[in-house]
């Protein structure tokens, strides 16, 4: 099981930056799909998070309207469009794959993605 995220990098205030997540190793239509973050010093916390269908999202409040999380299935790949970025959104970005069933609970975690944005 692997999930690669990338597309993080140095910007600004004010600008945009798109994550992704190339998943493998399992069946990604099966599973719910998230970006979590994780501050210098700070817990990991939920930011985003897209159902196996794609037809609901779900957003923290600090990111609502601004961040819109996105999945393509048939690319097994997850997507965060971060637009009008803060200071405040710097943090290693992580997304995570879930899916629960009567066996029980599978849960996946990538390798984070640093996000940086210079005020």
């Known amino acids: 099981v692997q999930l690669q995220a990338s597309g993080g990098g140095l910007v600004q205030a004010g600008d945009s930056l798109r994550l992704s997540c190339a998943a493998s190793g399992f069946t990604f239509s099966d599973y719910g799909m998230g970006w979590f973050r994780q501050a210098t010093g700070k817990e990991r916390e939920f930011v985003a998070a897209?159902?196996?269908?794609?037809?609901?999202?779900y957003y923290s409040d600090s990111v609502k309207g601004r961040f819109t999380i996105s999945r393509d299935n048939a690319q097994n790949t997850v997507y965060l469009q971060m637009n009008s970025l803060k200071y405040e959104d710097t943090a290693v970005y992580y997304c995570?794959?879930?899916?629960?069933?009567?066996?029980?609970?599978?849960?996946?975690w990538g390798q984070g993605a640093l996000v940086t944005v210079s005020s």
């Open positions: 995570n794959a879930v899916r629960i069933s009567w066996s029980g609970k599978f849960e996946y």
């Open positions: 897209v159902t196996w269908s794609g037809g609901s999202t």
